[in-house]
């Protein structure tokens, strides 16, 4: 197959890279990896996972070190930028050291010293449109801003009559981050749009919703409610369920996003642009639960804990007609995404139990309360 150029991933020994560096590499792009292996999505050993493509280059380096980003983008065309920090931990000051200021190394090092890097694509997350767009009957769209979630009153209400509203598809349009993890994903979106366009550097940002399938880090419990819903099953117990379990998501299969991410590096259209990847309908948290239960063969009804996380969004299902419009189109179910997931998971050595370990975690941390009366 005829070389195509080098394309250096970002965060490519994680979840989303792995599936990305396999789309590419049988497209015919020479890949690069460059990762710092972190805990906890990692083991601590510094070793590369099994499942990365033998075929990809690797560099072991820190998207916080300048040096560590000029080796990785040496002689690279393109460049997906997946390394991040993310859940909703309380150790603020971390995601805009790795996520804003790890992208803003990767823009200064390319006008800096004249990098031909040709694309740039950024993933942002469906979390920066923060509680997101609704219907009032009495004062039409309208946009919350946050939650008073005391007494277990999870929906929002009107901003502006503060009666009942139904939730609206989100819109690229829109943004509202509302939590330390997607204030700073919107500052990468914003640098991708608008240094790329005032330096000539062609880029995109793509705002997926929750990827799913096989290599999603089970060491980090701390978000994925397939790897927590899953983990927990397996280990006997039912899937721990924030607030009353009715909020609504969308849930996009990894083969998915990594064919999204190939289509925007390819496409002149999709320069300047920020797209929703999404599964394209809504399911509630329970309906999930109930489908992980079914596939792992448990059928334990989950468990409403009457918890929430701190920061979280109410309903969040993303429009993905903006995408469709270039010629994507979702095509794996999340039966299929769990089915995928839980195949892989029983082959894995599971040396604890990261999920409950991530729960008393997320308690002491204050990142998982009650709702107060
Ligand atoms: N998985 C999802 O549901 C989802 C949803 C929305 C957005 N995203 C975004 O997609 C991207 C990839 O997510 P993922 O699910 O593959 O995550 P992941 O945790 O599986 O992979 C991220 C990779 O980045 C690496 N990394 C972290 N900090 C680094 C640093 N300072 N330097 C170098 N490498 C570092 C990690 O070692 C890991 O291999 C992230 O930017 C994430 O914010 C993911």
């Given at each position: 197959?005829?070389?195509?150029?080098?394309?250096?991933?970002?965060?490519?020994?994680?979840?989303?890279?792995?599936?990305?560096?396999?789309?590419?590499?049988?497209?015919?792009?020479?890949?690069?990896l460059?990762?710092?292996?972190?805990?906890?999505?990692?083991?601590?050993?510094?070793q590369?996972?099994?499942?990365?493509?033998?075929?990809?280059?690797?560099?072991?380096?820190?998207?916080?070190?300048?040096?560590d980003?000029?080796?990785?983008?040496?002689?690279?065309?393109?460049?997906?930028?997946?390394?991040?920090?993310?859940?909703l931990?309380p150790?603020?000051?971390?995601?805009?050291?790795?996520n804003?200021?790890?992208?803003?190394?990767?823009?200064?090092?390319?006008?800096?010293?004249?990098?031909?890097?040709?694309?740039?694509?950024?993933?942002?997350?469906?979390?920066?449109?923060g509680?997101?767009?609704?219907?009032?009957a009495?004062?039409?769209?309208?946009?919350?801003?946050?939650?008073?979630?005391?007494?277990?009153?999870?929906?929002?209400?009107?901003?502006?009559?503060?009666?009942?509203?139904?939730?609206?598809?989100?819109l690229?349009?829109?943004?509202?981050?509302?939590?330390?993890?997607?204030?700073?994903?919107?500052?990468?979106?914003l640098?991708a749009?608008?240094?790329?366009?005032?330096?000539?550097?062609p880029?995109v940002?793509?705002?997926?919703?929750?990827?799913?399938?096989?290599?999603?880090?089970f060491?980090?419990?701390?978000?994925?409610?397939?790897?927590?819903?899953?983990?927990?099953?397996?280990a006997?117990?039912?899937?721990?369920?924030?607030?009353?379990?009715?909020?609504?998501?969308?849930?996009?299969?990894?083969?998915?996003v990594?064919?999204?991410?190939?289509?925007?590096?390819?496409?002149?259209?999709?320069?300047?642009e920020v797209?929703?990847?999404?599964?394209?309908?809504?399911?509630?948290?329970?309906?999930?639960?109930?489908?992980?239960?079914?596939?792992?063969?448990?059928?334990?009804?989950?468990?409403v804990?009457?918890?929430?996380?701190?920061?979280?969004?109410?309903?969040?299902?993303?429009?993905?007609?903006?995408?469709q419009?270039?010629?994507?189109?979702?095509?794996?179910?999340?039966?299929?995404?769990v089915?995928?997931?839980?195949?892989?998971?029983?082959?894995?050595?599971?040396?604890?139990?990261?999920?409950?370990?991530?729960?008393?975690?997320m308690?002491?941390?204050?990142?998982?309360?009650?709702?107060?009366?």
């Amino acid at each position: 197959m005829a070389n195509k150029g080098r394309v250096l991933i970002s965060g490519g020994a994680g979840f989303i890279g792995t599936h990305t560096a396999h789309e590419l590499l049988q497209a015919g792009y020479q890949v690069r990896l460059f990762d710092n292996l972190c805990p906890p999505v990692h083991d601590g050993s510094g070793q590369w996972p099994v499942w990365v493509p033998a075929a990809a280059e690797r560099v072991l380096g820190d998207v916080c070190n300048r040096e560590d980003w000029r080796q990785a983008l040496a002689g690279v065309d393109a460049v997906i930028h997946l390394a991040a920090y993310q859940d909703l931990l309380p150790n603020f000051s971390r995601f805009f050291e790795v996520n804003s200021v790890g992208t803003a190394l990767l823009y200064e090092l390319i006008v800096a010293e004249k990098l031909p890097v040709k694309k740039v694509v950024v993933a942002s997350s469906q979390f920066v449109y923060g509680e997101g767009r609704y219907e009032c009957a009495k004062d039409g769209v309208v946009f919350p801003n946050g939650r008073n979630v005391s007494g277990g009153r999870w929906d929002p209400v009107c901003p502006q009559c503060g009666g009942a509203v139904t939730p609206l598809p989100l819109l690229e349009t829109h943004a509202n981050p509302k939590n330390q993890y997607s204030i700073a994903k919107y500052s990468q979106e914003l640098m991708a749009v608008a240094l790329g366009r005032n330096y000539g550097i062609p880029s995109v940002a793509l705002r997926y919703s929750i990827v799913q399938g096989p290599y999603q880090s089970f060491r980090n419990a701390y978000s994925g409610v397939l790897r927590v819903f899953t983990l927990s099953n397996l280990a006997g117990r039912p899937a721990p369920v924030f607030e009353d379990g009715r909020q609504l998501r969308d849930y996009v299969n990894v083969t998915d996003v990594a064919r999204a991410n190939r289509l925007v590096l390819e496409s002149d259209a999709a320069d300047f642009e920020v797209f929703n990847v999404g599964g394209g309908r809504g399911y509630t948290v329970l309906e999930f639960a109930a489908l992980v239960a079914e596939v792992t063969g448990t059928n334990l009804a989950p468990q409403v804990t009457g918890e929430y996380r701190v920061g979280d969004t109410r309903h969040s299902v993303s429009d993905i007609t903006k995408l469709q419009k270039l010629g994507w189109q979702p095509t794996k179910t999340p039966r299929d995404s769990v089915q995928d997931y839980v195949k892989w998971i029983r082959g894995e050595k599971l040396d604890k139990d990261y999920a409950a370990e991530a729960l008393v975690k997320m308690r002491q941390m204050g990142a998982l309360r009650k709702a107060t009366a």
